[in-house]
């Protein structure tokens, strides 16, 4: 018993280590695991599934599926997990840092195309490394999927703005006959230049007692 | 007045200026002479005199006059700074209207005039709402609301560490020095420094719009400048009381505290009570749009003037009556109402800025001065010192709690921006007859001066030096918009999946109970249902379509890639004959032949040819003249494509002009009353995005014969594009409104 505590405090220190989080911090967050695990070692996408605080969300399941998505664990795989440890919860929430204030500002870029790159992959189902025209009004869609019966003529129009947008702002001569093939992670960088990602993308991890959040909604 | 501008323009600009000034003096010192009489002598029937041809009444129009005067040459000297380039790049306007004040106020003393004074009902009343107004108004939501926090710390405790550290360091000092300062006591001087601390929004404003800085910078110094009105407004009274009194006891401490809550929360209360009511008044106003912007201008008065009589803050209430209008009222009014009221709110806001700045001068002249230099001296410095003490104490606070922290440059900017202003002179003004009023005033007025001269005009090369992020100058584009929006939902979800209930979760649950509640009973017919990416592609629509308008159709075509470009290929599957009838045929080309004839046709032409009835406001005009331009063009450059381009595609059409079920909805019963032109917004999707709408068959019922004949009058000549476009196993009935009525 005294053994495995030890262990899980080094298995914790080196996770530390390695996200940038705080001791309190992965603590936290792993009896947060613990608690969607139901107390397992790893957690499914049911276990997500049954969070109710993500029922009303219209992205739900692109969330949940970039938790499971094997491009964000930055290892060079590709394709989607059926579980992930706590090492990969840990890792993906890792995109959601904030960058310190005694960052350079190469640090700061390199933080801001990370982020970038999670959101690219939400996006990009297909693993192909662009964003092609059907992917994109399906983000549109889903976006739009929780507002009401306006339909997909509306989330085709707005996403077809939108990837003319792109294209013409990363390659604006195109011949009548030319492809424009998809949004790569180039023009995707491009065109979110002044959204400032590494200042918006962040959410608190505070170094809170969890068990005064549960409040009996959140499982 | 406004003739010889013109005709001085030849001039040296320099001497025009001169000479406006000298014009404006002497009239200005001319509205004080002694009223003439110009009227007869009543009693004098004896003696017939002529008739009189020509009579002057001054006395008459006394008022009115000297008023509009004061007004027009404020202007005019405002244009003026602009004939002299230099100077007005190198010093803020701000500073120039207060030397003019100075010289004016100069003139009118060495004439020997008692020259206006600011006095606090025409500050507070008159000059001072419509910059508070159009700030509100037009406050940016989502800055404010990410930094919410850091402000209310900033105007709260950071006006309350000035005004106690300058009073007790103050009072000290008046003790050191003895002699005409000792019988300063503390609460006198406490209540000096409670005037003395507040950030004035009007010269935050004046000096900060001149340099662009970023976004979050502004929003800083800005909303504390708004935000400590109530502060102010407490501190104001209690030690204005009690230096009378000449006790505080810890009670009046406790209820000062209470007095706080009340006037802050009072005065937003009050403010949401009138922007609620606006909002809901602005709902049936669809069939009397003139007087739409009245409405927002009056309730938001109104709101300010409420909260003045309870004493409450006029600031914030007048705020929150602003922000809490501005959606709703956006989404019921005309775009031409939309247009008044910005710009009747930027000009009202200008006008009295001027004004302000003008009278400060003059006051400054004309008022009573007791010049102590400890005293002044001490004032300025310690200004500086306390603000700055204030903001990096504050800041070392508020990081631990920002999620991005601020830096020592932003902490620079905020405390170098908290710039003193009139409403500190008004106050002052409004002090009761005190031994030391004037020395106070004295004091206040140097600070002003200090503050807005020095500070004013050294911000903007500090900012340049040392390489502030300036404000994003690009507008928004339609990704931005998407991935802000997602990012919302991501960052809500990723806190749910976290299981802590932060920022995100309560801006989602604010969102979801605004669109469910409230905005169905504030917002007109279908809009209220509108999601927000939607309202905004529309925004966007709209705003290409009038750039293209105002430019004139073919020197700014967006970009050379259509729609084409990015729809993926498919195989060919062999071309058909499209399956028109005959009467549709011979349309397509009568409307093809004339808008390829002529070049400069005018839109009119078209109407008298019987393409569509236009009963509605010029900017539906002008859009569909802008549609039939860019089409002409796009005809005129690919005409031969489209004849050739293989007609098959596939099942899912590329692009359908966007016809929301909203749209229609609210374009009928519209009809009568003038359609307002966003309904034609989405017609215009930055390409050639010439497509057919796929109708859904309960859309139909809604259409009205005449609205039809428009519709497809603009359809048949887009629908030409489409015909020679798309591929004939498409529904024909699409775009066949009218002339084939039947459903799909």
């Known amino acids: 018993m005294g053994a495995s505590q030890t262990r899980t405090e080094d298995v914790f220190q080196e996770l530390s280590e390695k996200t940038g989080f705080s001791l309190e911090q992965i603590r936290i967050l792993h009896k947060r695991f613990r608690q969607l695990s139901g107390d397992e070692e790893t957690i499914s996408k049911e276990n997500l599934e049954k969070i109710q605080a993500l029922d009303k969300n219209p992205i739900r399941n692109q969330i949940i599926e970039a938790f499971f998505d094997k491009r964000n664990q930055n290892d060079g795989e590709v394709g989607s997990s059926r579980e992930i440890g706590f090492q990969q919860f840990v890792k993906v929430m890792c995109h959601f840092k904030p960058p310190t204030l005694k960052m350079t500002t190469e640090e700061k870029e390199a933080i801001r195309r990370e982020k970038l790159r999670f959101l690219f992959n939400m996006h990009d189902t297909d693993d192909d490394g662009t964003i092609t025209l059907d992917e994109y009004r399906k983000v549109v869609e889903e976006l739009l999927s929780k507002s009401g019966a306006i339909g997909q003529e509306a989330a085709k129009a707005i996403a077809d703005a939108a990837m003319l947008e792109v294209a013409s702002i990363n390659v604006p001569h195109m011949e009548p006959h030319e492809f424009y093939e998809g949004i790569t992670f180039e023009h995707f960088e491009q065109i979110l230049k002044g959204l400032e990602m590494e200042s918006r993308m962040n959410i608190r991890f505070l170094d809170v007692d969890t068990s005064t959040m549960h409040c009996g909604k959140s499982q | ?744």
């Open chain 2, 1 to 744: 007045m406004a003739l010889s501008c013109h005709q001085l323009g030849s001039f040296p600009p320099r001497l025009s200026v001169y000479v406006l000034l000298i014009v404006f003096v002497a009239a200005a010192s001319a509205s004080h002479d002694a009223p003439q009489d110009g009227t007869h002598d009543p009693t004098n029937v004896t003696h017939k005199k002529a008739f009189p041809v020509l009579l002057f009444n001054y006395d008459h129009v006394r008022t009115p006059f000297e008023i509009s005067l004061w007004i027009l040459l404020a202007l005019l000297m405002k244009l003026g700074f602009h004939v002299i380039p230099r100077v007005s790049q190198v010093v803020p306007e701000s500073c120039l209207l207060i030397v003019v004040g100075l010289l004016v106020g100069g003139f009118i003393k060495a004439i020997g005039e008692k020259a206006p004074a600011l006095d606090d009902t025409l500050f507070f009343l008159y000059l001072l709402p419509p910059i508070i107004l159009d700030a509100g108004y037009f406050l940016p939501i989502r800055p404010f609301t990410e930094n919410v926090g850091t402000i209310l710390v900033f105007a709260v405790v950071g006006t309350l560490w000035n005004a106690f550290f300058m009073g007790g360091v103050m009072y000290g000092v008046c003790q050191l020095e003895g002699g005409q300062l000792a019988s300063v006591d503390l609460l006198s001087c406490l209540l000096f420094g409670s005037i003395v601390s507040a950030v004035d929004p009007v010269a935050v404003l004046a000096v900060f719009e001149e340099i662009h800085i970023n976004e979050l910078l502004h929003i800083l110094v800005f909303g504390e400048s708004l935000l400590n009105d109530a502060v102010t407004v407490v501190l104001y009274h209690l030690f204005k009381e009690f230096s009378a009194v000449g006790t505080v006891t810890v009670l009046d401490g406790v209820l000062a505290v209470v007095c706080f809550f009340v006037v802050s929360l009072g005065g937003l209360l009050v403010g949401s009570i009138y922007g609620v009511l606006g909002a809901f008044t602005s709902r049936f106003t669809s069939h009397t749009r003139v007087i739409e912007p009245l409405f927002v201008f009056l309730y938001s008065y109104m709101a300010y003037l409420s909260a003045e009589v309870f004493h409450l803050s006029g600031i914030m209430s007048l705020i929150a009556c602003g922000v809490t209008m501005r959606p709703y009222v956006e989404a019921n009014v005309s775009h031409k109402s939309y247009t008044t009221i910005k710009y009747f709110l930027k000009m009202w806001s200008s006008v009295s800025e001027t004004l302000i700045f003008i009278f400060l001068g003059v006051s400054t002249v004309a008022g009573p001065h007791a010049w102590n230099w400890t005293f002044v001296v001490v004032t300025v410095v310690l200004c500086l010192v306390s603000r700055v003490i204030g903001v990096i104490g504050l800041t070392y606070v508020i990081n631990k709690f920002r999620i991005v922290k601020l830096t020592k440059k932003d902490q620079f900017i905020v405390a170098y921006g908290g710039l003193r202003g009139a409403i500190a002179y008004s106050l002052g003004f409004l002090l009761p007859d005190h031994h030391m009023k004037t020395l106070f005033l004295t004091a206040i007025i140097t600070v002003v001066f200090f503050t807005v001269f020095v500070q004013g005009m050294t911000i903007r090369p500090l900012v340049e030096l040392l390489a502030v992020k300036k404000k994003k100058e690009t507008r928004r584009s339609i990704n931005e918009e998407i991935h802000t929006q997602f990012l919302d939902h991501l960052l809500t979800g990723i806190e749910g999946v976290c299981g802590h209930y932060g920022h995100h979760h309560w801006k989602d649950k604010l969102n979801r109970f605004n669109k469910t509640y409230v905005k169905r009973w504030l917002i007109a017919g279908e809009r209220s249902m509108e999601p927000q990416l939607i309202s905004f592609y529309n925004k966007m629509e709209m705003r290409q379509a009038m750039l293209m308008v105002e430019s004139g159709s073919s020197a700014k075509l967006p970009g050379l890639i259509s729609m084409q470009n990015i729809q993926p290929k498919v195989e060919s599957r062999g071309r058909t004959i499209p399956k028109i009838s005959k009467g549709r045929e011979e349309e397509i080309r009568r409307i093809l032949r004339a808008n390829l004839q002529q070049t400069k046709q005018r839109l009119r032409s078209y109407s008298r040819h019987d393409l569509f009835a236009d009963p509605f406001e010029d900017m539906n005009e002008n859009l569909s003249e802008m549609r039939f331009r860019k089409q002409r063009v796009e005809m005129e450059r690919r005409m031969s494509h489209y004849l050739t381009v293989p007609a098959n595609r596939q099942e899912t059409p590329p692009v359908r002009r966007v016809r929301f079920e909203s749209d229609d909805q609210d374009y009928t019963s519209r009809e009568s009353s003038g359609v307002r032109a966003r309904n034609i917004g989405p017609n215009s999707s930055p390409a050639d995005a010439i497509s057919v709408l796929e109708e859904s068959p309960p859309l139909r019922p809604n259409r009205r014969s005449d609205g039809g004949v428009r519709r497809s009058a603009e359809h048949g000549a887009q629908a030409t594009d489409d015909d020679a476009e798309k591929e004939t196993g498409e529904p024909q009935t699409q775009g066949r409104r009218v002339s084939d009525p039947g459903p799909n």
